[in-house]
């Protein structure tokens, strides 16, 4: 395996540096630095690159996350696809605003009580014990009440959302394929997301049952203007289609030209009866 060093850095980078500036120097100017797969099982002394924003680690084999104490300017970290069960020693990172940790082997969602900052949580698809859940410690969940926009939360057994209704500034919510059965629970925190736009449940069991999908968007003012401008129709991104496009493709054979609109996900065809 390898460990992340400053030596590891210059044996990657040493063949595209062709002028003489000092190495050290280097470190300290670089604010980008990708290192996805690239076997990494430890995350070793990186404290001269002090200026660092945006550290690419996916795709890697690290077990834990440490040694970035350093890192204060960081407001980009993706972890995904790595061997990580705990979220932790991540309170220097002041400016933190995207943590990707989808991927990896994490239970709870813990450790970023000093974590005020972050306005993108990405933790989807853990690979977690049979039968157990993702869990979330309130303390941190208080810590991101205020900054947490957008959270991927998908494929991780989750079968309820009521402790996540802390969370007043989220205006985007990703759950797909989890275990959400309860419209009654979704309703209950739509109440207090006032400012949720985009919702994508897909593959979830709550979208087998009649008319959920008129309950949710009832319930939520911040989703309602979708419900009342169009029709509900099944909605199909079309990948080479740019993400500010004014393009939605609501089948394979017909656009509608329109400004982009809040979006809930997840409709299925006894939905389209009722409609």
């Known amino acids: 395996m390898v460990r992340l060093t400053v030596y590891l850095i210059a044996k990657i980078i040493s063949h595209k540096t062709r002028n003489e500036e000092d190495f050290e120097q280097y470190l300290?100017?670089?604010t980008h630095l990708n290192l996805s797969d690239k076997n990494i099982d430890a995350i070793g002394d990186l404290s001269l690159c002090k200026n660092l924003?945006?550290?690419y680690l996916y795709d890697n084999q690290i077990s834990q996350i440490e040694n970035l104490d350093f890192a204060s300017n960081i407001t980009h970290?993706?972890?995904?696809?790595?061997?990580?069960?705990?979220?932790?020693?991540l309170s220097s990172l002041k400016n933190l605003e995207k943590l990707y940790l989808g991927g990896n082997c994490i239970t709870v969602v813990e450790g970023l009580d000093k974590s005020e900052e972050i306005r993108e949580l990405h933790i989807e698809s853990q690979h977690l014990p049979r039968g157990e859940k993702l869990l979330f410690d309130p303390r941190?969940?208080?810590?991101?009440?205020?900054?947490l926009s957008v959270l991927n939360i998908s494929n991780n057994n989750i079968d309820e959302l009521e402790e996540l209704a802390v969370?007043?500034?989220?205006?985007?919510?990703?759950?797909?394929?989890?275990?959400?059965q309860d419209v009654e629970d979704l309703e209950v925190v739509l109440?207090?997301?006032?400012?949720?736009?985009?919702?994508?449940?897909?593959?979830?069991?709550?979208?087998?049952?009649?008319?959920?999908?008129?309950r949710i968007v009832v319930q939520s003012q911040s989703l309602a203007?979708?419900?009342?401008?169009y029709p509900i129709l099944p909605v199909h991104h079309n990948p080479s289609v740019k993400e500010k496009t004014d393009f939605l493709v609501v089948s394979e054979m017909h656009k509608v030209k329109r400004k982009p609109l809040p979006r809930i996900l997840g409709k299925n065809k006894s939905d389209e009866k009722s409609g």
């Open 140 to 147: 941190t969940l208080r810590s991101l009440a205020k900054s």
């Open 167 to 180: 969370l007043e500034n989220l205006t985007y919510l990703r759950a797909v394929d989890n275990q959400l």
């Open 28 to 30: 300290r100017k670089i």
């Open 77 to 89: 970290l993706y972890l995904q696809n790595n061997c990580i069960s705990r979220i932790e020693n």
């Open 191 to 214: 109440n207090k997301w006032t400012k949720l736009r985009r919702m994508d449940i897909t593959g979830n069991p709550i979208c087998r049952k009649p008319k959920y999908r008129d």
């Open 53 to 55: 924003r945006v550290l």
């Open 225 to 229: 203007d979708f419900e009342k401008l």
